[in-house]
């Protein structure tokens, strides 16, 4: 999959708020596309949004209408520093979103 996720302009998580399960969860695709080095377009969810902000590697869409993601789409391919910011921005965040680290945090809330 990586080979096809890299000649991607935009990864796009776009998960409905249906239930808990998808408002906590943190789909592998977000991770896919931050390794990857792909800015991301992704549904408002809670953690989701906590890892796309607080890396900085994309954007938030509040509402999952066609036409507004398609407007979004077309806004981001369109702005090129900014895209060039997310994609930059992707490689502080590969390095620090690994299991190696966060199975640290893991293990110390266990101990």
Request: charge should be negative; avoid cysteine.
């Amino acid at each position: 999959m990586l080979q096809y996720t890299q000649m991607a302009d935009i990864g796009l998580s776009l998960d409905k708020d249906s239930n808990i399960n998808y408002r906590y969860s943190l789909p592998n695709k977000l991770f896919d596309y931050i390794h990857a080095g792909i800015p991301v377009l992704a549904s408002d969810l809670v953690e989701v949004k906590k890892v796309v902000e607080t890396w900085k590697v994309g954007e938030i869409v509040p509402e999952l209408v066609p036409e507004k993601l398609a407007e979004r789409i077309r806004q981001m391919l369109s702005d090129e520093d900014k895209l060039a910011q997310y994609k930059a921005n992707t490689k502080n965040a590969a390095e620090g979103l690994t299991w190696e680290k966060e199975s640290k945090q893991v293990l110390a809330t266990l101990y």
